[in-house]
């Protein structure tokens, strides 16, 4: 076994105490070029993937370690280092938003290719040239996406596309890239980004030739600052920002859907005033057990400003009827709410059943559904619009039904369940006053 090896084994499964003894054995040359050897160290989603593919899409949240990702694959591209390439490629195009962000970050960068290299490795910067060089003569020239008929004519076997979410010409940059990408064998190109729903990202997600790993913030921890993610995570956690910027997500809309994230953005809020009314909405499924719709539990409440605030999704999936009915009871209680608001069209007398079994003395009102989803749901859409519904927090799963409820239902098919439980839930604190608790009548 090699030195490598032995290290590599030691930091896998040796205790701290042997993994410094290792280490105090090693001369300071063979601590940096171990320092320097990214296998040692990368989580899975960072190594190189396998089979016949074109493009690596390196897809992942703020501080993920994207970039080093990134800078490695063309190190070891550049040097012909396994498992990245047989042997050194010649040309390669290093891409970015624009020419300071190539240099200020895939080059010069904490995690750029100039930090990554050992000394004696490293490549020779020219910024006059817009051009890396190695010592073997490896080239990577520097475009930027704000120019992308500078790609017109050189021509390529690899290249490392960094934030291609956030070009500003992203489908030119890409195309006339892909002209430029004819040398070697198999030309193959990285492109490393925090996810948006912009047609580029889309169009590789799409591509058979795309291959995609993905990474959260919060899978990189030990290399980031204490407390950065106690701080961010806690504010943005759930939250169409947290979840496109932290866990690397690519949230979108549908074009017909009746909800905009940026809507329900805009009206979240950290917490709710005093509330006159709370009531806890139930949309209790068909069936139960395995393969069964979710049931939907909403806790809505309606201030003194006449606006509604959404306080908690607890939808379960799943579950057999003495569940969610001690789910909606422990809401009932926890809330202080008013009521239960029940849907009834299937199994009115099962709702009745099952809830005057766990506690009587909680005041139920029951509605019908007379219409269809979308036109129960058009005025309570109506209500974000004008700015007087709230979420205390974030509900992901929620607002990802709100924002992929069209015409058609849900884009997957489904019950739109929890969307269900949330139009009960507002329409009778907001629209029609059945929210106020009355006496048990299913």
Known sequence: MNSAEALRNALKCSPKERIEALLASLE?????????????????????PQGDWST??????????????????????ALGLSPYGA???????LVGET???????????VSGLLAIHRRTERPQWQ??????????GAVAQTFSAEDPEALRGPQFAAAWCDEVAKWKNAEATWDMLQFGLRLGHRPRQVATTTPRPVPLMKR???DPRTVVSRSATRDNATNLAPGFLEAIVGRYAGTRLGRQELDGELIEDRSDALWRREAIEESRVKMSPDLRRILVAIDPPASSGKGADACGLVVAGLGADGHAYVLEDASMEEVRPARWGRAAITLYHRHAADCLVAEVNQGGEMVNAVLSGIDASVPVRAVRAT????LRAEPVAALYEQGRVHHVGAFAKLEDEMCDFGLDGLSSGRSPDRLDALVWALTALCLTGTGEPKVRQV
């Not at 040692?40 to 190189?48: E, G, K, L, S, Y």
């Not at 042997?87 to 195009?93: E, F, H, L």
């Not at 219409?371 to 979308?374: F, I, L, P, S, V």
């Open 28 to 48: 300071r040359s063979e601590i940096e070029r171990f320092a320097h050897d990214f296998a040692i160290f990368a989580r899975p989603d960072q190594q190189p």
């Open 56 to 77: 690596w899409l390196v897809m992942g949240g703020r501080g993920a370690g994207k970039t080093r990702t990134g800078a490695e694959w063309v190190r070891g591209m």
């Open 87 to 93: 042997s050194p490629v010649g040309r390669i195009a």
């Open 99 to 109: 020419q300071g962000d190539v240099r200020d970050v895939m080059i010069e960068g």
């Open 127 to 136: 910024p006059s040239r817009r051009r890396l060089e190695w010592g073997n």
């Open 204 to 206: 590789l997600l799409a």
């Open 371 to 374: 219409r269809g989803k979308w």
